[in-house]
């Protein structure tokens, strides 16, 4: 570690009454992968929890649905966890919770409106809403939570009033960005609150955690405000309907359409479950500017003039039970598509879903459609800054030490790099990954206000599976059967014998499933009865 | 059709001596999917065949090992097949080949140099290699076969000496591109034949069919000159040794290493067995600058010192047992990665294959390695043109008819829009998939010199799908029993019972994998039984 003179040493000093203890940085999920995040602090009795996400399977975990963190390092400190902050409402930031709900996780559970009414929902249908104390936060709110205070400030995402947070210990300020990105014109005009980052940045920060997804992407993300003239002038051309597809929870994307569609004389309907779903929860909280009253319903989709018509869906990854998929195949039970029509797909692949993505814009085009992508038009841009934003915050926040955040491990790695460029020790830079805990403490009694950092313990932080209404109980052995099974299928073969001269009484019977197509495969198949006879004997 | 004067009226002229008859234009592969590409000309008894491919399986073809073309349609003309044009020797123009040879396809095969000596080796491993007779074309060569005269353009592309087809028939001329480039600076300093290209062009093309695949990459792909001169900085920065990996078929490419390394006083070693197979090809064949004696021994990569050591390798895709993939591990035999080491990845993933590409470079990392790939260097180019190069090729050729080839059908219907742009007539663009035949022919007896097309019949063109040993005897069926093992794993019960008395004799067993974990659900397993019990009862 290097011997900086610490930023934090008035942060230090305030709480110099208390006994030091050591904090402890603990990584649940999101360290080493896109997708589950889920960040502990501990200090003394006290523990905090940011964010609680889920994952969706990559292409090896067959059969599994969502993964999940593991919280056996939190199982027997339950007690102790004094409130769990959510920093925005995606799956992988709030999807996790009601799983551990289940397991016992009670604390408060702070959130914005919007992340607080989608949680509310997925709560509902798991019949846990009763069980968790929910607070609706705003930008400025202050808890108090144990030794930590946590305040919180506004950030630019994929998702209306997503919040960092900023968290004041006795050892100094933490702040984690959760994903953020420095729009300087949002689709809600709300900036990311940059004027606060810079306060702390001034008074001191201990440590930065960061969103590192982007790491790989040069520049800066281009602004959302490009997104709304270029939809306006793709529903200008369009000669008849306009079919647009984006994620369900970009509640600032479905507003562009709005108002891309005011500006053209047309109105807008909504299709598939989910996008019904939040339309209608943002519209109750304030999120949207639209009333119910203005939606299309689907019989004005189907009999309005073209000219005049919006549709706004689910499907955008080309899920394949999605309103946009069932399009694509003709199989949507309200909405044909037709020619003239236009389809929009306002979004990106996500990494590893690029067949789906491509399956479905074959399919929208055998269906005669004009179909607008990201390849041919600027029509989506993520959610997440580029290199220079990352470096950006590292400069106005100058923390004593850096975690990259929220990525897998070559962006870690990355963001690790920009973080040297910008001036951070690189003995105070920690890539690590899920598990691998971080100790902060005053170990120097000579200097009391020398704050050093150093790798704890590396506990198991392994995926767990859920599959169906089973949470946990398929691992690695039933995963690595299913890849069997997948590649070879199998043959199961049974003979019965007599218990006293071994005579075969019955078979052999060969049962077989994706090895060959047995029908066509009698002779293989008699020829393999044939050698367990013979073993047999 | 629109009644446009045929440019090719002169070439109709030529062949007014014998009775015209349909032009069948019969693609078997490539059209609707990135790979296996495989295209029929039928004119009269006369037919000949340009590239037989195989495509590598999508995600949902569990367990198969590459797909090949379905050649039913020629199983009765296989007499007639006049000759076999490869344009180049890429596994999605040659890598079916030996299949089709097995089924009884003999004709004369006409290849470059390096595309003949790459299947030379394909069919030797497949002991087939005295069963084809293959020759020797050089780009200025004519080939007769039956009615057809072919001549060839050598086109820039990701493979030494790749050549397009210009063919001269009864009714006029057609030019496939196969896949091309107009690199203005190639690694190998041979440009696309323009000239060739213009002349056909001015003595009127009948039918165009031309390459897709970056249909919607928009511009022109950037040139070659800048891959080299980027190693060349990156391999003088690197502090120890370089190992880099691409695609083993892209000699030029390890040419420009090869260049780059001298620049850099480095010499070059070979891991990766395809890798070190085509180097030694291709160095026989005079297409790689470099004497084997020159190459490092693994002895030498171990032990110079860093600054001298350039590797080429396989495993550019993540390709799970290829070399590079193998030292990310650190389980190549051979060579070990350590502090200091470059790793430079040049290539970009292929659509689908983004999860191995990925967890390569995370694992690469973890090793402590450097790692330079394309998100953050410009170290790789496509080896096809982008949309402006499309629109060129349509200029230049300014062809009748035009059946946009190899790609997806987005990419198809994006390349037909381009051609309408062009000014070829939209009546006489034909967005088809495999098994779509097209006829030409002169219809009109009014007006012999009017040549027409219209869509013919629509073949079967499925997949044939290899598994192992097996060709074609994994269909839908097979494959969509793996999926459901993969999903759900399987159970089989068995119980033996008295032919008398219908009491149970053995069981009820229950045998699983791929469900639970068996060892840990027992009391699920003995419920299990219980049920069965029941249910024989």
Redesign the interface.
């Known amino acids: 570690m290097s011997q900086t003179q610490t930023p934090t040493a008035s942060a230090n000093n305030k709480s110099n009454d208390t006994e030091t203890a050591i904090l402890r940085v603990v990584p649940l999920g999101g360290l ?1 992968e896109i997708g589950k995040n889920m960040m502990i602090l501990e200090y003394d009795e006290d523990i905090i929890i940011i964010d609680v996400g889920l994952m969706f399977p ?2 090896d975990m ?2 599994v649905d969502v993964v999940i963190p593991d919280i056996e390092y939190l199982l027997d400190k339950l007690d102790r966890v004094r409130g769990i902050f959510l920093s925005h409402g995606h799956e992988d930031h709030i999807g996790g919770l009601p799983y551990m709900v289940e397991e016992g996780l009670k604390a408060p559970v702070y959130a914005t409106a919007l992340t607080r009414g989608l949680l509310e929902g997925k709560l509902r249908e798991n019949r846990l809403l009763g069980d968790v104390d929910l607070h609706t936060i705003h930008f400025d709110s202050v808890i108090e939570a144990g030794h930590f205070t946590v305040e919180f400030f506004h950030t630019c995402h994929s998702f209306p009033d997503s919040v960092g947070l900023a968290i004041q210990t006795p050892l100094g300020r933490i702040i984690h960005t959760s994903d953020y990105k420095f729009d300087p014109s949002p689709a809600d005009g709300k900036l990311t609150e940059m004027d606060k980052l810079r306060r702390w940045g001034d008074e001191g920060v201990l440590l930065l955690m960061a969103d590192s997804t982007n790491a ?2 040069r520049g800066r993300t281009p602004s959302e405000v490009m997104i709304e003239e270029n939809l306006t002038k793709i529903f200008a051309d369009a000669p008849g309907r306009v079919l647009l597809s984006t994620f369900a929870s970009n509640v600032s994307r479905v507003q562009q359409v709005i108002n891309a569609a005011r500006k053209n004389g047309r109105r807008v309907g909504v299709t598939g479950r989910s996008m019904i779903n939040n339309v209608k929860i943002a519209g109750t909280l304030g999120y949207l500017d639209v009333t119910q009253a203005e939606l299309l319903s689907t019989k004005e989709i189907e009999n309005l003039p073209g000219e005049e018509v919006v549709v706004v869906s689910t499907g955008s990854q080309g899920e394949p039970t999605s309103a946009m998929v069932r399009m694509s195949m003709g199989e949507h039970r309200q909405i044909k598509l037709r020619p003239g029509d236009t389809v929009v797909i306002s979004a990106s692949p996500i ?2 879903n ?2 789906l993505f ?1 399956r479905t ?2 399919n929208l ?2 269906q005669g459609a004009t ?1 607008v992508y990201h ?2 038009a600027d029509i989506h841009v993520s959610g997440h800054g580029g290199r220079d934003e990352y470096t950006e915050m590292l400069e106005i926040v100058r923390p004593q030490f850096f975690i990259p955040a929220h990525g ?3 962006h870690l ?2 963001h690790g790099q920009l973080a040297e460029a910008a001036g951070v020790p690189k003995d105070n830079i920690y890539v690590i990954e899920d598990g691998q805990i971080v100790e902060i403490g005053n170990y120097d009694t000579q200097n009391p206000n020398h704050i050093q950092a150093r790798l704890g313990e590396r506990i198991s932080a392994p995926h767990v599976l859920v599959d169906g209404l ?1 949470v946990g ?3 690695s ?3 690595r ?10 043959i ?1 073969c ?1 003979v ?1 014998m007599d218990e006293f001269d071994n005579s075969i009484i ?1 078979g052999p019977e060969i ?1 077989s ?5 047995m029908r ?2 009698e002779d293989l198949i008699s020829r393999a009865e044939d050698v367990v006879r013979k073993a047999v004997r």
């Open positions: 080493g990559t292409a067959h059969g790989e992407s990494p590893g690029e067949e491509n814009i074959d085009f055998r179909v390849a041919l897998e491990y070559r790695v990355l089973g109980d398929v691992g052995v039933v995963l059967d299913r890849g069997h099974l997948a590649e070879d299928g199998f199961v049974i019965a019955y049962i499933r994706g090895f060959v197509y066509e495969s």
